[in-house]
T-cell receptor, first 115, second 115 residues
Framework: AQSVTQPDIHITVSEGASLELRCNYS??????LFWYVQSPGQGLQLLLK??????LVQGIKGFEAEFKRSQSSFNLRKPSVHWSDAAEYFC?????????????FGKGTHLIIQP | KAGVTQTPRYLIKTRGQQVTLSCSPI?????VSWYQQTPGQGLQFLFE???????NKGNFPGRFSGRQFSNSRSEMNVSTLELGDSALYLC??????????????FGPGTRLTVT
């Protein structure tokens, strides 16, 4: 079974600074990888996804993530954060062929933006 | 295109009661998945419905059940409510073709409080 670890429960970043949120996964082969964002009182929104191919993927809202097979990681980055980026971020891993039930989510990282 | 809608948004119930939550997927999406989100356990997969049939099920007791109608709308039911059932219940819809089945579109959730 796959698992996802997001080591940072909370991260505080100054507005305009760069951001990196960590995600490590455990899976026997190359999984499908996702980042979702959840704003207060909202459901989750898909930021970006990796299925195969180029290991650097671009998403919405200026986010990108890099798949590193050797480190079993899929870290999320943004060069300059905005106050509106304050939210909960979830990394998820899917087992190819597993469909919706194959999605396993990390516990989330709460991003706080300082003015 | 309208997003995933969930009703009601908030619900307060008493232990031992039962509850029914409703989800309307994005038009054209025939797969509907349900998740439970709690601070302690995070996001956990409940079940997925496609073509009015439960396709996958997470590790939850039989008190949690669901169904899907011919128009793809879905309901989930929790019987004999326990305090631990207090959570945000999220519904997500997707196309069920290839990798698109992993791209979940979430509704805003139903906040259930059991007293």
């Amino acid at each position: 079974a796959q698992s996802v670890t997001q080591p940072d429960i909370h991260i505080t970043v100054s507005e305009g600074a760069s951001l990196e949120l960590r995600c490590n996964y455990s899976y026997g082969a190359t999984p499908y990888l996702f980042w979702y964002v959840q704003s207060p009182g909202q459901g989750l929104q898909l930021l970006l996804k990796y299925f195969s191919g180029d290991t650097l993927v671009q998403g919405i809202k200026g986010f990108e993530a890099e798949f590193k097979r050797s480190q079993s990681s899929f870290n999320l980055r943004k060069p300059s954060v905005h106050w509106s980026d304050a939210a909960e971020y979830f990394c998820a891993v899917g087992a190819p062929g597993g469909g919706a039930d194959g999605l396993t989510f990390g516990k989330g990282t709460h991003l706080i933006i300082q003015p | 295109k309208a997003g995933v809608t969930q009703t009601p948004r908030y619900l307060i119930k008493t232990r031992g009661q039962q509850v029914t939550l409703s989800c309307s997927p994005i038009s054209g999406h025939r797969s509907v998945s349900w998740y439970q989100q709690t601070p302690g356990q995070g996001l956990q997969f409940l079940f997925e419905y496609f073509s009015e049939t439960q396709r996958n099920k997470g590790n939850f007791p039989g008190r949690f059940s669901g169904r899907q109608f011919s128009n793809s709308r879905s309901e989930m039911n929790v019987s004999t409510l326990e305090l631990g059932d207090s959570a945000l219940y999220l519904c997500a819809s997707s196309l069920r073709t290839g990798t698109a089945s992993y791209e979940q579109y979430f509704g805003p959730g139903t906040r259930l409080t059991v007293t």
